[in-house]
């Protein structure tokens, strides 16, 4: 199988994981094998039922992406890649490494919410490290072109960071059943916090409204500067999805966080990280526009330098 074949495959199974991994803890089975790692109950095989099967089935998923990514790994060795790719898939399987002590410690701490949300955060890295191995698989790109686009790439990394944090507190709120700390548009009876976790809650969704915001400035400016097609597409899907997102943790709180919802909330959250991270990629093989733009001193954003 092709490196970059393999490599998408990975990167449906590790999707698909992260978000079972949601229900898994919205139908707060996270401890259905018990304090034990890597036995479940005592056992290899346990008796399949209940939160032990929803569990399980976790692990067992987890196990598939980890010899799918033992795999892909000497499938890049064997290819004789170049030398980014070389590097990015060891620490792909470092991350995979850090990623299973992670769970195990999960297990064994009993759910520790700052636990959960940094495995949380491990598995966005992982998944991210996949997807340049996709885009860049049998890519005879160079570090020279992969940083052309500095200026223009700062503003994705602005994006991914405040992507990255709304998810981390996103996480640790629900891992500290905090969901409900406010209401959907107040808090306390009022617009401003009283409480620690009401601030909290107001925090995820101040970073929220920023990144909303940031994914439209972006996809208007993409527009605006007549930036390469393939680019606005990106920020258009991104820009539905972001919105999309608000909306169901909107419906999340009404519902009282009901299982569907909160488990949709993750799954949209998880594919707007792919996808900013995706178009990061993008404008670095490619500069995402059709003439040579840069980000000046005086301009915040994009300016043709024509």
């Avoid at 400016?221 to 997102?245: D, H, I, W, Y």
Wanted: hydrophobic fraction near 55%; glycine fraction near 8%; charge should be positive.
């Amino acid at each position: 199988m092709k490196v970059k074949r393999l490599a998408f495959l990975t990167i449906v199974i590790t999707y698909f994981l992260i978000v079972f991994g949601g229900y898994v803890a919205s139908s707060e089975s996270g401890m259905g094998c018990g304090p034990e790692w890597p036995l479940c109950n005592g056992k290899v095989i346990p008796i399949l039922e209940g939160d032990t099967l929803i569990e399980f089935a976790h692990r067992v998923i987890g196990a598939v992406l980890g010899i799918m990514t033992a795999v892909l790994y000497f499938s890049i060795q064997k290819s004789n890649p170049v030398r980014e790719l070389d590097i990015v898939s060891k620490v792909l399987m470092l991350l995979l490494l850090i990623q299973i002590l992670l769970g195990a410690a999960v297990v064994w701490l009993d759910l520790p919410a700052v636990v959960v949300s940094v495995h949380l955060m491990v598995a966005m890295l992982f998944l991210a490290a996949l997807i340049w191995i996709w885009r860049n698989a049998g890519e005879q790109r160079s570090l020279a072109v992969f940083r052309k686009q500095k200026s223009f790439q700062k503003n994705f990394n602005g994006l991914l960071i405040v992507t990255l944090l709304t998810l981390f507190l996103g996480a640790y709120i629900k891992h500290q059943s905090l969901g409900l700390s406010c209401g959907w548009l107040e808090c306390a009876n009022g617009l401003m916090p009283v409480s620690i976790s009401g601030m909290i809650q107001t925090g995820h969704r101040i970073l929220a409204g920023v990144l909303a915001f940031y994914i439209l400035i972006l996809t208007y400016l993409s527009f605006k500067n007549k930036c390469e097609a393939g680019l606005q597409n990106r920020l258009m899907a991104a820009s539905l999805l972001v919105l999309t997102q608000i909306i169901i943790g909107v419906l999340t709180i009404i519902s009282y966080i009901e299982l569907s919802w909160a488990v949709l909330h993750l799954a949209f959250g998880t594919a707007l990280f792919a996808i900013v991270f995706e178009a990061r990629v993008f404008v670095s093989q490619s500069g995402g526009v059709n003439s040579t733009w840069k980000i000046t001193r005086n301009q915040k954003y994009f300016v043709n330098s024509e």
